[in-house]
Structures are given as structure tokens and as C-alpha cells.
């Protein structure tokens, strides 16, 4: 049977990190994984706080690699990286064994909104998606999870920023909408940079999942970072997703991004709902003439090769654009339009295939 990343990453999780608790997938030191036939190729940053530890741990890692059935070759490279936090930090401990699951028992259904670039409209189609599964009378919350380029605090609307609890814990924002919504930019300035490594993404992504009062849900929405990086495999490894809605235009460098994005979620074992196809195609109000501005089919024939839904195919509408920079999205804003429609179609799409109870 040929080996897969899957299972690298299945031996790495059980390899500590050096200088701490987590493993080396919870720490974020795996930087690049590539798996060819027999041969696997690792690359692994650690912290040049650690002197002696890259010799000791590539050992390590080659030993355990080269013990798996069906690997014949091991290239492990190790790269050492300045630390970005403070040089004696508190230690964290690791998260559960089973994840993070058992901090919100009470979200019936997790759904994450990926794309494999930046710029296709996935934050877009996340906020529209939460209010129009919201309008259907599900209860539904949107975590922004993008920590990077937070964009939900402003597209939902709503000028006040959480809430703290006596018992520490936080109150997501209300929204008009009725989205309850978190977003890491309620709490940092808009114009400072967050530049964070692994194990600070993943314990801030812990706490928005469980120190947050999400209450009961039907659906929580996850609006993902772009692209295939630490964010989005910490949330598919402790986050029990139901699935991911993955996003992209109709253009072939877009396209292809959105591929890469697929085959990851799928080798981590996370249901691929389907693709949605945004800025599809625009339509003249003047005299109804219909343009493929970004190109025509893409989204449809990738997901006729990639064996997953077309969930949806999203037009272009300068009122998509307009409600999202003034907090008001077009399934609020214009919900009779084409736009607000499509997002619709998508909500009653995943209502059908919502579980029962």
C-alpha cells in the first residue's frame, strides 16, 4: 500500500517539538511535507533557542519515518528560525487528545469556508453564507479564523467588540443579521501586522474556539486564511469539521490553487462539500448582456474532475462589494438580487444536507 502524507503526519504528531510540550505538527515546525513513491522529503523549522536540537531531532524523525511500511527514503532537513516570543514563556500545554471538539458541545454542525488564494471572495461568501443559513431560522456564528488579514469585524457590521464574562470567557458579537461573530480583528489595531509563528496561531485559535460563549448552534462557519498554511491545518487536526466549502474564480490561476486546496483537506480527511464559483460572470443592468469577465466554466469543469459539487455560482455585483466594506452584505442589503439569491441556493443547499436533529 503506497504511503501517504496522512500517515507521515500521523508519526509526527507522536514526535515532540524540542524545548516544549506539543508535538511537531501542533507546534507548527513542519513547514514543507512532500511524499513521492517510497521517497518522503520533510523540511522542519525549529527555534535557534534550541543549540544541538536540529541533529538530534532529524535523527529521530528519519528513525521513525524509515520505520513505516512502503518508505524507502527519508530527506529530512531542518532549519533553524529566530523565536518570536518572549525567551522564557509560560508553557503551554498541548490541546486534548481529542481535540477541541469537547469545548463546544453544543455546535451540531462546523463548516469551514477555504480557498487556496487570497482575493477570490472567500471572506465574502463566508458572511453572506452565515446570514443566509441564519435567514432560513437556523442559529448560526461566523469565526473569523483568518488572524492575519481579519476582514468579519467589519463586514458584519457591528461597531461594538465582544464581551467579557466573569467566568473569563467571552461573548461573541451580536451582528444585525443575527450571526453571532468573532473575529480577531475586534481585538488588534487594523493597521498593525500580526506576525506570529505555529504554537502562538494555535493557541489563539484555540482560545476563539473555546473561550468563546457560542451558546447552541446549528452551523458555525469558519472563514479560513487562504492558501494551505498552519491555520488551516490546526483547525482540520482539532476542530471536528463536517465539512469545507471551498472557494475560487473562474480564472486557471485560481483554479489551480483551488485544486491544491481540495487535495489537502481531502488527505486530512475532511469532507469536501463542494466548490463555489465566485465573480462567475456580470450582467448589464442597462441592457441584460451577460460577460464571463474572469473566463467561463472553470469552477464547473473543476468540479466535474474533482468529483465534488458545483455548489454555486456566484455573479458579479458591485452591491456585493459596497455591503461588505459598509457592514451590511448583499443577502441583507439587496436580498432580492441575483447575488444575494445565489448565496441563498448555497444555505439551502447545505440545509439539505444538514443532519437531522
Not at 488572524?147 to 468579519?152: A, E, L, V
Amino acid at each position: 500500500m503506497p504511503i501517504s502524507e496522512h500517515d507521515v503526519l500521523r508519526i509526527l504528531h507522536t514526535i515532540p517539538a524540542p524545548g516544549g510540550t506539543a508535538n511537531l505538527v501542533q507546534a507548527g515546525a513542519v513547514r514543507q511535507l512532500e511524499v513521492d513513491g517510497s521517497t518522503v522529503r520533510l523540511l522542519l523549522g525549529i527555534e535557534a533557542s534550541q543549540p544541538g536540537a536540529s541533529e538530534a531531532l532529524r535523527a529521530a524523525v528519519e528513525r521513525q519515518l524509515s520505520a513505516l511500511d512502503g518508505v524507502e527514503t527519508v530527506e529530512v532537513r531542518v532549519q533553524t528560525m529566530l523565536a518570536t516570543v518572549p525567551s522564557h514563556p509560560q508553557p503551554q500545554s498541548a490541546p486534548e487528545p481529542e481535540g477541541w471538539g469537547h469545548l463546544i458541545p453544543d455546535v451540531k454542525r462546523i463548516i469551514a469556508v477555504a480557498s487556496g488564494k487570497g482575493g477570490v471572495g472567500k471572506s465574502t461568501v463566508a458572511a453572506n453564507l452565515a446570514l443566509a443559513l441564519a435567514a432560513t431560522g437556523r442559529s448560526v456564528g461566523l469565526l473569523d479564523a483568518d488572524i492575519y488579514g481579519p476582514s468579519q469585524q467589519l463586514m458584519m457590521g457591528s461597531e461594538e467588540g465582544p464581551t467579557g464574562d466573569p467566568s473569563g470567557k467571552i461573548h461573541p458579537v451580536d451582528t444585525p443579521g443575527g450571526v453571532k461573530v468573532m473575529s480577531f480583528g475586534y481585538i488588534v489595531d487594523a493597521d498593525q501586522p500580526v506576525i506570529w509563528r505555529g504554537p502562538m496561531l494555535q493557541k489563539a485559535l484555540e482560545q476563539f474556539v473555546g473561550d468563546v460563549l457560542w451558546g447552541e448552534l446549528d452551523d458555525l462557519i469558519v472563514d479560513l486564511p487562504p492558501g494551505t498554511g498552519d491555520v488551516a491545518l490546526t483547525l482540520c487536526q482539532n476542530v471536528p469539521l463536517a465539512g469545507v466549502v471551498i472557494v475560487t474564480t473562474p480564472q486557471d490561476v485560481a483554479l489551480i490553487d483551488a485544486r491544491k486546496s481540495l487535495h489537502m483537506f481531502r488527505k486530512l480527511d475532511v469532507p469536501v462539500v463542494g466548490i463555489v464559483e465566485n465573480m462567475a460572470n456580470y450582467t448589464c443592468p442597462e441592457c441584460g448582456h451577460q460577460e464571463h469577465v474572469f473566463g467561463s466554466g472553470g469552477g464547473r469543469r473543476t468540479a466535474e474532475d474533482l468529483g465534488v459539487p458545483l455548489l454555486a455560482e456566484i455573479p458579479i455585483d458591485p452591491g456585493i462589494a459596497s455591503g461588505g466594506d459598509s457592514g451590511t452584505p448583499v443577502v441583507l442589503q439587496h436580498p432580492d438580487s441575483a447575488a444575494a439569491k445565489a448565496f441563498i441556493m448555497l444555505a439551502e443547499a447545505l440545509v439539505d444536507d444538514a443532519p437531522a436533529g
